[in-house]
Nanobody, 115 residues
Framework: QVQLVESGGGLVQAGGSLRLSCAASGTIFSINAMDWYRQAPGKQRELVAGITTGGRTNYADSVKGRFTISRGNAKNTVYLQMDSLKPEDTAVYYC?????????WGKGTLVTVSS
């Protein structure tokens, strides 16, 4: 199985920056596509950013130009650099990986952006 653990969340003022990390462990043998999702109170979970096995990235329109997803040197590790944060970015952020038709999720890390 795969275990995903997020870190790096916290409280930041609007306009500030945070970097989220996702550490993967378990039965992992190769690079896999990975994603960041977020869920705000009363909102549906939404895809924020993704990175493919080939390194291509995609972003939600709401974060494009402000967030950057990237890989670390270890297998199935991913970061989310968040700049120019806005109060509407406040949410629990989740790391996600799909492996052999099974979705794996971290427990989430809370990001709170104050105005």
């Amino acid at each position: 199985q795969v275990q995903l653990v997020e870190s790096g969340g916290g409280l930041v003022q609007a306009g500030g920056s945070l970097r989220l990390s996702c550490a993967a462990s378990g039965t992992i043998f190769s690079i896999n596509a990975m994603d960041w999702y977020r869920q705000a109170p009363g909102k549906q979970r939404e895809l924020v950013a993704g990175i493919t096995t080939g390194g291509r990235t995609n972003y939600a329109d709401s974060v494009k130009g402000r967030f950057t997803i990237s890989r670390g040197n270890a297998k199935n590790t991913v970061y989310l650099q968040m700049d120019s944060l806005k109060p509407e970015d406040t949410a629990v952020y989740y790391c996600h990986e799909r492996l052999y038709g099974v979705d794996y999720w971290g427990k989430g890390t809370l990001v709170t952006v104050s105005s």
